[in-house]
T-cell receptor, first 114, second 112 residues
Framework: GQQLNQSPQSMFIQEGEDVSMNCTSSSIFNTWLWYKQDPGEGPVLLIALYKAGELTSNGRLTAQFGITRKDSFLNISASIPSDVGIYFCAGHVNYGGATNKLIFGTGTLLAVQP | DSGVTQTPKHLITATGQRVTLRCSPRSGDLSVYWYQQSLDQGLQFLIQYYNGEERAKGNILERFSAQQFPDLHSELNLSSLELGDSALYFC???????????FGPGTRLTVL
């Protein structure tokens, strides 16, 4: 199936460090979303971006919708142990009307050492 | 808690069998989506229903089918199960036309 290119695949950092991850696509998206998934649980929505160039924050998380509409990045500042998990980007394909399809990135595994 | 509920949490069955997964969307959400997550394929979109009608199809096998009922809950039916169907199955919901989708806790299907 179709997937976005997400990097890095994994990150192992010390508590307190900042983290940056990004997603790129060959296609244009109308919306970029960032999710976090804990093992065996459903993805939890962190940030939604609806406009090219938009920069949005949610606590220690900041995400941007790339100007070309083909990329997005997520930054986490001052990481803490509970930030551990898999982070997914997702691009929204707008087919018009109520049709709404998400394409997911390959995921970034984040490990934070206390 | 996203407000999306899924049952059962775990399901273990044998090859060739048929199972039904159930999802209740968040209150007020008209769209329901089904996803399959396996280790080698990541999160794959299967199908979307909006207010009872099928709206988008992804990589859904012919052995799989879904429906959305008048009370907006949805069921995903998986038949003639194969070992490779073992995966986490997630349901998500969204309000009208919104890009953001809210995921349920998932059903872990194990086919033996």
């Amino acid at each position: 199936g179709q997937q976005l290119n997400q990097s890095p695949q994994s990150m192992f950092i010390q508590e307190g460090e900042d983290v940056s991850m990004n997603c790129t696509s060959s296609s244009i998206f109308n919306t970029w979303l960032w999710y976090k998934q804990d093992p065996g649980e459903g993805p939890v929505l962190l940030i939604a971006l609806y406009k090219a160039g938009e920069l949005t924050s949610n606590g220690r998380l900041t995400a941007q919708f790339g100007i070309t509409r083909k990329d997005s990045f997520l930054n986490i500042s001052a990481s803490i142990p509970s930030d551990v998990g898999i982070y997914f980007c997702a691009g929204h394909v707008n087919y018009g009307g109520a049709t709404n399809k998400l394409i997911f990135g390959t995921g970034t595994l984040l490990a934070v050492q206390p | 808690d996203s407000g999306v509920t899924q049952t059962p949490k775990h399901l273990i069955t044998a090859t060739g069998q048929r199972v039904t997964l159930r999802c209740s969307p968040r209150s007020g959400d008209l769209s329901v989506y089904w996803y399959q997550q396996s280790l080698d394929q990541g999160l794959q979109f299967l199908i979307q229903y909006y207010n009872g009608e099928e709206r988008a199809k992804g990589n859904i096998l012919e052995r799989f089918s879904a429906q959305q009922f008048p009370d907006l809950h949805s069921e995903l039916n998986l038949s003639s199960l194969e070992l490779g169907d073992s995966a986490l199955y997630f349901c998500a919901s969204s309000p009208l036309r919104a890009g953001a989708q809210f995921f349920g806790p998932g059903t872990r299907l194990t086919v033996l």
